[in-house]
């Protein structure tokens, strides 16, 4: 199993939930981040710090929000790795109460801290 991140990241990226993640299994693109399920040891340290509810277990991961399950493989072999928490990106906290926020997903890798 693993965890996944999910729509509500897109446009906050608060990245509170890498501070207690003991392996490194965060990615960084544009506006989110996302968990690679190779790395993800399953401890659930990421959820309860995420103000924006963003992180589930794969099994619980909502239905509308199950392609984010192969977005964070995808992507998580593509971005680089994030290790230490950062700002949140500058609209974070007016996009923090937006819904269907997947038109927002940005491809472009982010800049992490270990490449
Ligand atoms: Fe890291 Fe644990 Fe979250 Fe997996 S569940 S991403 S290992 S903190
Ligand atoms: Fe995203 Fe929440 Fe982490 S907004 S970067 S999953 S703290």
Known sequence: MTYVVTE????CKYTECVRNCPVICFHEGANMLVIDPDDCIDCGACVDPCPV????PEKSVPEEWKHYIPL???????????????KP??????FSK?????SFFDENPGTGDIQ
Do not use: V
């Not at 509810?53 to 589930?56: K, L, Q, R, S, V």
């Open 8 to 11: 509500p990241c897109i446009k």
């Open 53 to 56: 509810h963003a992180i589930f």
């Open 72 to 86: 964070n493989a995808k992507y998580s072999k593509i971005w680089p790795a994030i290790t230490i928490p950062k």
């Open 89 to 94: 990106l500058p609209e974070a906290n007016e």
């Open 98 to 102: 937006k819904e269907e926020k997947m």
